[in-house]
């Protein structure tokens, strides 16, 4: 059975980081493209950060760039997204997603027609100012 199962969620203070954990079973990352996303309350889902091995690309929002990381543990099989510097407007549930035909990592995050095959249930993260 496939799945993405994601962890480190929390309540953390503004300014404060965090460390999500993304583990898959059923499949390995390598040839997937690997992306985090986040859906706040009351809003739509949006792309946080991919990366592809298409072209070895990675890509972030506007929104989180300079502040988050997107990383690959092949070996282990876990994605992680360090967060630093968060803001009460980061709240929200954050979902890892994987695409076993991979586009260039900006494809997920900038063009909503670009989808993952599988996604994991989502972490809760809550920032307070």
């Known amino acids: 059975e496939v799945q993405l199962v994601e962890s480190g969620g929390g309540l953390v203070q503004a300014g404060g980081s965090l460390r999500l954990s993304c583990a898959a079973s059923g499949f390995t990352f390598d040839d997937y493209a690997i992306g985090w996303f986040r859906q706040a309350p009351g809003k739509e889902r949006e792309g946080v950060s991919c990366f592809s091995p298409l072209d070895d690309s990675t890509y972030y929002a506007d929104s989180v760039k300079g502040r988050f990381t997107i990383s690959i543990d092949n070996a282990k099989n876990i994605a992680y997204l360090q967060m630093n510097d968060l803001k009460p407007e980061d709240t929200a549930v954050y979902y890892c997603?994987?695409?076993?035909?991979?586009?260039?990592?900006?494809?997920?995050?900038?063009?909503?027609?670009?989808?993952?095959?599988?996604w994991g249930k989502g972490t809760l993260v809550t920032v307070s100012s």
């Open positions: 997603a994987a695409d076993a035909q991979p586009y260039s990592a900006s494809n997920y995050i900038l063009d909503s027609q670009y989808g993952m095959d599988e």
